[in-house]
């Protein structure tokens, strides 16, 4: 059963159906296209079955070694970047709890690291590691990313250092390039525990291998009905195409029809605060998916009402290049209904027996109108609540939706190559040997 559906009425008084519809033909190529692994970028498309291609042996696997590292780790570090973090960290900051760092769970603290450049991030790290019992992985498809390179060869050193070699090499899992990469060399020579990232699944479409499924699992969540839900998905959306039946489809004819009529920066908003990484994960999805040859939507996010406090002035009157899509979420964990009170100070008796949930659905609907009248178009995907299945289902909309969007785009969906562009200048100013040419035209510069 599929729990997502997709509301597009708040987007009619912008464009039209027939323009939405418009994009069907597109939409059924591209479909065809994706399932067929053809197209801009097929050689990237083992992400389109791979949930269903996925064993509940291999998912033994994961759970074990999980399972193992957790018995003897109070903190596990996740060393990557881009796509090779933010989809284990959206799934388990949207399950976690969120004052985890405070409350015994059970299972490891689950920490970050190789995701910046910053020293004193790495310093505090450090701080934390010489205190507590700590296993790590290590996560680079290309094994050659600088960040969480640097990162690894610290945390390799204090690692050592702590337990010793035999017992650090333990602690260690290594998540990488079948048989290319400084990371695939290194892991091979120390022996250590490796997982493959498959050469036909690019970073920010891995949430669902090792990449994502290792930390998952470590954090104690429930990897088996994570990739169940994006089967579920996986196999309704083989059955249709159509703008209609499919909110797939609907979804990327929607946010392309807008973009045709001038709303070029798309915000994902969510209204728990759980949710931010996962809007982190889809502005990576999204900005390095279709940001290409001078065109694609600009990913933005949101978390309301916080930024209701801060953006919400510019999206209700700004620029008016703006459309928002909604992710909301039907029902909380937990209940906490709003006490009475006699003297009544606050003025919020109006709200006594509601449930904060509630509240926060009323200003969720306020806000939509709001920004609809300041002609701000109002896309709402929802789903029941947050468990592994929807976040499952949910996973695989946002990848299918991201690839067909690419295609209606006419873009590779599946390349980055603007990423290199940072890369070759940090290479040329830190001296980088082989970049010498570089570095004497990038001094000339400065
Ligand atoms: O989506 C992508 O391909 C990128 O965001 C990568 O995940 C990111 O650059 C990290 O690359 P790697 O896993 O090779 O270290």
């Known amino acids: 059963m599929i729990n997502i559906s997709l509301d597009i009425n708040r987007t009619l008084e912008f464009v039209s159906k027939k323009q939405i519809n418009a994009f069907q033909g597109k939409i059924i190529s591209g479909h065809h296209q994706l399932l067929d692994k053809a197209g801009k970028g097929n050689d990237f498309m083992g992400w389109v079955d791979l949930p269903s291609s996925i064993s509940n042996e291999f998912l033994d696997e994961i759970k074990a070694d999980a399972d193992r590292l957790s018995a003897k780790a109070e903190v596990f570090v996740v060393i990557g970047i881009g796509g090779s973090y933010l989809g284990s960290r959206a799934v388990i900051e949207a399950l976690q709890h969120q004052f985890s760092s405070l409350v015994n769970t059970g299972r490891p603290k689950i920490v970050y690291a190789g995701q910046n450049i910053s020293e004193d991030y790495m310093a505090d790290l450090i701080d934390v590691l010489d205190k507590y019992e700590y296993a790590v992985t290590v996560i680079s ?22 337990y010793g070699k035999a017992e650090a090499a333990s602690r260690i899992i290594a998540i990488t390039d079948k048989s290319r990469g400084a990371l695939k060399t290194l892991s091979t020579n120390e022996g250590y525990k490796t997982y493959v990232v498959p050469d036909d699944v690019g970073g920010r479409y891995s949430v669902l291998t090792p990449v994502g499924l290792l930390p998952i ?9 994570l990739v169940a839900g994006a089967v579920e ?29 001038g709303k070029t920066i798309e915000i994902m908003v969510n209204y728990l605060p759980t949710l931010y990484f996962v809007t982190e994960w889809w502005k990576q999805l999204y900005g390095e998916s279709e940001g290409k040859e001078n065109k694609g939507i600009f990913p933005a996010g949101v978390s309301n009402t916080t930024d209701l406090h801060s953006m919400g002035q510019y999206i209700q009157e700004g620029l008016r290049n703006i459309f928002e899509t909604v992710l909301s979420v039907g029902s909380s964990k937990h209940k906490i209904s709003i006490p009475s009170d006699d003297g009544d100070l606050d003025g919020l008796n109006y709200i006594t027996e509601k449930t904060i949930t509630e509240v926060n659905y009323f200003a969720e609907l306020g806000t939509a109108i709001a920004h609809v009248d300041g002609k701000v178009p109002n896309i709402r995907i929802s789903i029941p609540e947050l468990n592994e299945t929807n976040l499952g289902q949910l996973i695989y909309f946002y990848e299918f939706a991201c690839g067909l969007s ?5 873009v590779n969906p599946f390349d980055q190559p603007g990423v290199e562009a940072y890369k070759a200048n940090m290479f040329a100013l830190l001296g980088k040997p082989g970049f010498e040419e570089a570095t004497k035209a990038i001094q000339a510069r400065i």
């Open 141 to 162: 498809k290309s094994g050659t990313t600088t960040e969480p390179a640097l990162a690894f060869r610290i945390i390799k050193n204090h690692l050592e250092a702590k």
């Open 217 to 225: 699992a470590v954090a104690g969540f429930d990897i088996y009905a």
């Open 233 to 261: 998905m996986e196999k309704f959306n083989r059955t249709t195409a159509d703008i209609g039946q499919n909110p797939i489809a609907l979804y990327a004819a929607t946010r392309n029809a807008l973009y045709q009529s």
């Open 406 to 410: 690419g295609f209606l785009l006419d």
